[in-house]
């Protein structure tokens, strides 16, 4: 059974929510603020396989819990709502580390699925990840034949690079980061389509599961953050290129190297 915390401070949303989700076949629970939050992920060290966030919160908002949680190297997958859908509220939010969003109000039915795409995806990086020592899971596509896909062991290297799908981590030349749900999804999908267009409705479509009011924006803003982890100068990137009015294009060989 996966166990959601709820972090709002509005009674009757977090109570129906508990309620709803319980329903479901979730366990879930409240906290009413920011700091309970915290202390119960970060200080208690309480195990939770997903949090639904209000960005409002009284004291400590939903912004600095996300990013104490990232900063603390928590990354339990993040379901962020905000107030209103405001682009630089939900940029705000996936810039301090949430995985997806949902402007408030919400449709309940889009919540669970929400929340069942993030719990999908990290139960199936976690498998992938345990079983990296006795089996070879294949991470591709059905039917993927492509020579860029990503390697038996969930890894793909490229200029000094390597990205595990597996854990999430991302090594470069002078760092270790670690990557969110979302950014390593965006970055799968990329790596698979190497070398090929990938245009923001396709982005849309397979990586965030076709959130049709899903600003595209979300989008662009991933990538000025994936381009920091991987460019040398992210603001003359060689590897993951702009088409403009288009979309992105990942190239792990730069021309003229
Ligand atoms: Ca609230």
Redesign the pocket.
Known sequence: MSRVLVV???AH?AQGLRFNLEAEGYSAEIAGDGESATDRLLHKKEDFDAVVL????PGKDGFSVVSELRAARNYVPVLM?T?RSRPEDVLKGFAAGADDYLPKPFDLSILLARLQGLLRRSQWMRAAHSSRVSSTPDLREPGASDPHTVSDFGTFSFAGRTIDFGTLELRTPDNLIHLTLMESELLRHLVRNEGRIVSRKQILEEVWGLHEDTDTRAIDNFVVRLRRYIEDDPAQPRYLLTVRGVGYRFVAKPENE
Not at 54 to 57: E, Q, V
């Open positions: 709002e401070d509005e949303i209000d960005i409002m919160l709502l107030a």
